[in-house]
């Protein structure tokens, strides 16, 4: 390849990468002209138009696309092994953009920008949207070094490491009239439910377990982010299944009552991610660990807090008996004739006076 040749496919994967004109020749330390007349000569040595105009951006054509899929991982193993090897946090200038939701930069931002201070001035941290946690989208096109994903999936190019397992609590305001000692698998299902559906399904994690044991609850109103659920909850006797981190400061200061789910579910563990082309990026392992540092971290606090704070509510007897009685032809009623209802509550009776005993 022609050292020019190899000049235009920087450029080119400058301009794919920021998506502008403008942005690719601040990344490059060219200047504006220099990228246009640059994309010139690719268009008439590649016989494509590689970008058309939309409103005020570009879009790249079919075979820009197909091209820089191609080109990517190439050209970051060309970009490692003529770059250093060392990262110095202390002088090095870059900037760093993570795809995560309003939970993860709870969690990661404060502890993070604290560190920049101190020891590394130069570097930026841009988040970028993270609207559905089970796309890699970001990593391939290169509009993040770092997202987080509960549904990742095997893939050639995509690097993963274990963060956490969501815990999920039942949280409501605290003068509900459900909020006592315990919560019974019979309260909680004939309770109004709220449901934060990012999707808008109505339909979540839990509704699943309990449709396994032949029970269904009432949906009673949703909404498609945790920020518009908290004041829901503490002026309505709606009750809501959440994973526990995401209401922490609700939970901690008492502003919501916090119980076990009545019925085990186990939420999809969350993974940070990475392309492999930046396997060796020594600058992204530094923020990578950090990351991963602030999670568990975060994460072994909270379920230590928790524990101190979170009712009961699962008991292990209750859904046994109901898994038992769906396999048999009377669902509403015993071999001994007492009714459903009243057996649910006597088993947690049971199960309570156990507990005190091992206690």
């Given at each position: 390849m022609r050292p020019h040749d190899l000049n235009l496919l920087m450029i080119f994967d400058a301009i794919m990468t920021e998506g502008a004109i403008?942005?690719?020749?601040?990344?490059?330390?060219?200047?504006?002209?220099a990228v246009s007349n640059a994309l010139s000569r690719m268009r008439t040595a590649w016989k494509d138009e590689l970008f058309v105009k939309d409103g005020r951006g570009i879009q790249p054509t079919s075979f820009a696309t197909n091209l820089w899929s191609q080109i990517q991982g190439p050209l970051g193993q060309l970009e490692v092994a003529v770059s250093p090897a060392e990262f110095?946090?202390?002088?090095?200038?870059?900037?760093?953009?993570?795809?995560?939701?309003?939970?993860?930069?709870?969690?990661?931002?404060?502890?993070?920008?604290?560190?920049?201070?101190?020891?590394?001035?130069?570097?930026?941290?841009?988040?970028?949207?993270?609207?559905?946690?089970g796309t890699d989208k970001v990593l391939k096109d290169a509009e993040a070094e770092l997202t987080f994903s509960k549904y990742h999936q095997p893939d050639a190019v995509i690097r993963s490491e274990h963060v956490l397992d969501p815990s999920w609590?039942?949280?409501?305001?605290?003068?509900?009239?459900?909020?006592?000692?315990?919560?019974?698998?019979?309260n909680f299902i004939a309770a109004d439910h709220l449901l934060v559906s990012v999707t808008g399904d109505v339909t979540?994690?839990?509704?699943?377990?309990?449709?396994?044991?032949g029970l269904k609850r009432r949906i009673a109103m949703s909404v498609n982010q945790f920020y518009n659920a908290t004041p829901l909850l503490k002026e309505s006797n709606l009750i809501?299944?959440?994973?526990?981190?995401?209401?922490?400061?609700?939970?901690?200061?008492g502003e919501l009552a916090v119980f076990e789910t009545p019925v085990?579910?186990?939420?999809?563990?969350?993974?940070?991610?990475?392309?492999?082309?930046?396997?060796l990026d020594a600058g992204l392992q530094w923020l990578r660990k950090l990351v991963v540092k602030f999670i568990r971290e975060r994460v072994e606090r909270h379920e230590m807090l928790l524990s101190q704070c979170c009712r009961k509510a699962y008991c292990a007897e209750t859904v046994k008996r109901i898994l038992t009685q769906r396999n048999r032809e009377n669902n509403?009623?015993?071999?001994?004739?007492?009714?459903?209802?009243?057996?649910?509550?006597?088993?947690?009776?049971?199960?309570?006076?156990?507990?005190?005993?091992?206690?």
């Open positions: 403008t942005r690719a020749a601040d990344r490059l330390s060219m200047t504006q002209p110095d946090p202390a002088t090095a200038k870059r900037t760093f953009r993570i795809s995560a939701t309003d939970s993860i930069v709870a969690m990661v931002w404060g502890p993070l920008r604290k560190v920049i201070e101190n020891e590394a001035p130069g570097i930026n941290i841009h988040a970028i949207p993270s609207y559905d946690l609590v039942v949280v409501m305001r605290p003068d509900h009239p459900l909020a006592k000692a315990q919560l019974t698998l019979e979540g994690p839990t509704d699943q377990v309990l449709a396994n044991m809501c299944v959440a994973p526990s981190l995401v209401v922490e400061k609700e939970i901690f200061s085990e579910i186990k939420g999809l563990p969350m993974s940070v991610m990475w392309h492999k082309r930046q396997d509403d009623m015993t071999s001994t004739g007492v009714p459903q209802t009243e057996v649910l509550e006597a088993d947690c009776a049971v199960n309570d006076e156990i507990s005190k005993v091992k206690a």
